[in-house]
């Protein structure tokens, strides 16, 4: 593969592609963690169930 003048090999592509899912993925799990302080109103479950969220995002990333 060609991208501005530069071979890449499959190796380099899949890193890239890693690097970009796990950024997403911080996002994600970042956005899980700050919906309890978005909302006054949100109960100490609905806080555990965000945090558990977050904690599930960031798990797909985590080789087996």
């Known amino acids: 593969v060609w ?3 530069m071979s890449l ?3 380099q592509i899949e890193r ?3 690097i970009v ?3 997403e993925r911080e996002a ?3 956005v899980c963690e700050g919906l309890p302080s978005s909302h006054s109103e ?3 479950m609905h806080e ?3 945090q558990s969220c977050a904690e599930a ?3 797909r990333g985590e080789k087996p």
């Open 9 to 11: 090999y499959q190796p």
């Open 48 to 50: 555990d169930a965000c």
């Open 3 to 5: 991208v501005a003048g």
């Open 16 to 18: 890239f592609a890693a």
């Open 28 to 30: 994600c799990a970042k």
């Open 57 to 59: 995002i960031r798990a």
């Open 42 to 44: 949100m109960n100490y």
């Open 21 to 23: 899912a796990a950024g």
